[in-house]
């Protein structure tokens, strides 16, 4: 990061002459110094600031593989993983990466609920019901995702066998709406 920051600006060379004083010296430091920031300096007679430009990497280069790697540094930190957000080597991978980002979601959950439990809700009750010997708890559960490829294949071959299934349970979790009247 401090290498991104300061590519691209020449670096600013001072020359002072053999009979500087260490005055002298400190001022054309100073000057030199200054020069990224306010982009004008003065030095005395007899001194000389040179600017040697950065050789090598483009500047795209530079910030482009910076950001790319930042981007999944941030990945990793938000999902725990960059297979899922970022291109994956296979199915697999991506399978397994994607229940770490399910275990990360249902630990934040658990976490917030702990919060909540400790610090706002026997504050809140206490503050419009008075203080209580028990107060409620609140849970914020994530479902396991499911498999809804699995489960019609399971009820397909389980009802000519003669298991009975609400139609109404299996549109619920397969994500089908009820159809209306006149709906065919």
């Known amino acids: ?68 790697y930042l981007d999944k540094q941030v990945s990793k930190l938000v999902v725990g993983q960059t297979m899922t957000a970022d291109d994956g080597s296979s199915q697999a991978q991506a399978k397994i990466h994607d229940k770490v980002r399910l275990d990360i979601t249902q630990a934040d959950c658990r976490q917030l609920a702990n919060t909540l439990n400790r610090d706002l809700i026997p504050w809140f009750v206490s503050l419009n019901f008075g203080p209580q010997d028990r107060y409620p708890k609140a849970t914020l559960p994530v479902a396991e995702p499911e498999d809804v490829k699995e489960l019609t294949e399971a009820v397909a071959r389980l009802v000519p066998m003669g298991l009975k299934v609400s139609q109404r349970e299996m549109r619920q979790r397969i994500g089908v709406s009820e159809p209306e009247e006149d709906d065919d």
């Open 1 to 68: 990061a401090a290498f991104a920051e300061i590519y691209g600006i020449p670096m600013r060379v001072g020359k002072y002459h053999a009979g500087a004083s260490e005055t002298d010296k400190r001022a054309l430091l100073r000057a030199v110094a200054s020069i990224a920031n306010d982009a004008a300096a003065i030095i005395p007679l007899g001194m000389d600031i040179q600017f040697i430009e950065a050789q090598g990497a483009k500047g795209e280069a530079v910030f482009g593989g910076l950001l790319e």
